[in-house]
């Protein structure tokens, strides 16, 4: 359970730095992602999932 909370919190940590550092860029994102279909977005979140998961595996090792 400390892992979870540990990875939440470092996810947050890279979340806020990015609206902090820079804002307007983090809106530009939002609005390009918005035009994305999901048939190109659900792949790519998988993928990033998949990476999560193999990171959080070879942490732990």
């Given at each position: 359970?400390?892992?979870?909370?540990?990875?939440?919190?470092?996810?947050?940590?890279?979340?806020g730095m990015l609206w902090a550092l820079a804002p307007d860029t983090a809106r530009r994102m939002l609005a390009e992602l918005s035009?994305?279909?999901?048939?190109?977005?659900?792949?790519?979140?998988?993928?990033i999932v998949a990476l999560g998961v193999g990171l959080f595996w070879l942490a732990k090792g």
């Open positions: 359970m400390s892992e979870l909370l540990a990875g939440i919190g470092i996810a947050l940590v890279f979340e035009t994305v279909p999901n048939s190109r977005l659900q792949p790519l979140a998988l993928v």
